[in-house]
């Protein structure tokens, strides 16, 4: 199973970025996918994941500015970040959660936010 994460890059404060991961190989019927975000001196934490019906959740400091989406058919979970600012700037990783419990971690993509 892979996950090829893409999207990162450089924006200014107010920008906007959008994250893809796409989920590839044998994997069984994927319960949750995921964003996770981890930035330097500080532990990984959720940013936002959406279940296979489509319920989503979203960390306080993101709620009203990222939105998460998923395209079923393509195995593939998206993170719409706008309004970024700097304290948004980590490695985000995308994850994935099958049916009967299997984890599954993308290699994850850098966004930074200039002030």
């Known amino acids: 199973v892979q996950l090829q994460a893409s999207g990162g890059g450089l924006v200014q404060t107010g920008g906007s970025l959008r994250l893809s991961c796409a989920v590839s190989?044998?994997?069984?019927?994927?319960?949750?996918m995921g964003w996770y975000r981890q930035a330097p001196g500080k532990q990984r934490e959720l940013v936002a994941r959406?279940?296979?019906?489509?319920?989503?959740n979203y960390a306080d400091s993101v709620k009203g500015r990222f939105s998460i989406s998923r395209d079923i058919a393509k195995n593939t979970v998206y993170l719409q970040m706008n309004s970024l600012k700097p304290e948004d700037t980590a490695f985000y990783s995308c994850?994935?959660?099958?049916?009967?419990?299997?984890?599954?971690w993308g290699q994850g993509t850098l966004v930074t936010v200039s002030s």
């Open positions: 959406v279940t296979s019906t489509g319920a989503t």
């Open positions: 190989g044998n994997i069984f019927s994927i319960a949750i």
């Open positions: 994850n994935v959660v099958e049916v009967y419990g299997g984890t599954y």
